[in-house]
Nanobody, 121 residues
């Protein structure tokens, strides 16, 4: 079955960095676009970033452009999110999500349990 397991969250100071990882299994990883989404306390799920199946295209929500970088390693079935210049408003539970073939990057059919990112001094 499809499994997505996120890791790498934690506490960071404003201006700091974290790298999230997502281990994928149970499906042909290199055939699917993947996304990161987040949910801040008391708010809805927000799409953050997406990457094409072969890494040829990447996409970001405006609020993280220039600060976050999405990448993947299809040989290892891994998805990553490098987060730099973190802000308190980046505090959220971050999810790795699979994008159905032909769907926009904010449409998911599977996601993991999430990893908590807290940005605070």
């Amino acid at each position: 079955q499809v499994q997505l397991v996120e890791s790498g969250g934690g506490l960071a100071q404003p201006g700091g960095s974290l790298r999230l990882s997502c281990a994928a299994s149970g499906f042909h990883f290199s055939s699917y676009g993947m996304s990161w989404a987040r949910q801040a306390p008391g708010k809805g799920l927000e799409w953050v970033s997406g990457i094409y199946s072969d890494s040829s295209d990447t996409y970001y929500v405006d609020s993280v452009k220039g600060r976050f970088t999405i990448s993947r390693d299809n040989a290892k079935n891994m998805l990553y999110l490098q987060m730099n210049s973190l802000r308190p408003e980046d505090t959220a539970l971050y999810y790795c999500a699979r994008v159905p073939v032909g769907s926009p990057y904010w449409n998911y059919d599977y996601w993991g349990q999430g990893t908590q990112v807290t940005v605070s001094s």
